[in-house]
Structure formats: C-alpha cells, structure tokens
C-alpha cells in the first residue's frame, strides 16, 4: 500500500513564502510523476506543477515565476516551493504521484490527505 504525507501548510500574509513537502511510503518500485494540485473554496480541484521522472517541470500559468517543484527520488520526495504569496492561492493543496508497485506494474494515482494554505492579511 502507498501513503502520501503531505507537510507545510498554514497561514502567510500576503507576498510570504511557505514550503510543502510530500513523502511517500510503502512498497514502490518507480515513481513517474509527481505533482501538486489545489482545490480553492467552490473550485474545482487544478494542477498546480508537475515533475517527470525525466525532469520535465510544469506550471500553471498563474504560479509560474513563484512557485518551484522539486522531488527527491532516493528519498520518494517532492516538495513545493511557494513564493510571493496571493490571497488567490488559497486552497488545500494535494500531493500526488504516478506510481508502480510490485503487484501492479501499470502506472497509478496516489493521492495525499491535502494540506491546508492561507494567504490572507
């Protein structure tokens, strides 16, 4: 079973920086994808950056410049770097990866419980 623990959230004002973190655990035998996504109040739920196995890195147009991903591969990580912080970024944010296990070698969706990010004055 894998489990995505995410870490980091809370309440900035507006133009801070906060980051989160996402660990995950069991029994992995490759990860493709990591990814963050939100979900504001009434939204739908939005990818918010991404990061291949490969190196490719993605953003959503409204965080590019501010927010940077990275991952650890050794270590199952990846983590979200948040910088100039709006009130707009509101939201719980979601860990998630594309993983394999050793009893099912197609790539599938592990998500994390959300964690909670604030920017407000």
């Known amino acids: 079973q894998v489990q995505l623990v995410e870490s980091g959230g809370g309440l900035v004002q507006p133009g801070g920086s906060l980051r989160l973190s996402c660990l995950a655990s069991?029994?992995?035998?490759?990860?493709?994808?990591m990814a963050w996504y939100r979900q504001g109040p009434e939204k739908q739920r939005e990818l918010v950056a991404s990061?291949?196995?490969?190196?490719?890195?993605e953003y959503v147009d409204s965080v590019k410049g501010r927010f940077t991903i990275a991952r650890d591969n050794a270590k199952y990580s990846v983590s979200l770097q948040m910088t100039n912080l709006e009130p707009e970024d509101t939201a719980v944010y979601f860990c998630?990866?594309?993983?394999?296990?050793?009893?099912?070698?197609?790539?599938?969706?592990?998500w994390g419980q959300g964690t909670q990010v604030t920017v407000s004055s």
């Open positions: 998630n990866i594309q993983a394999k296990t050793p009893w099912n070698p197609t790539l599938r969706d592990y």
């Open positions: 069991g029994s992995i035998s490759h990860i493709d994808t």
């Open positions: 990061l291949t196995d490969s190196n490719v890195k």
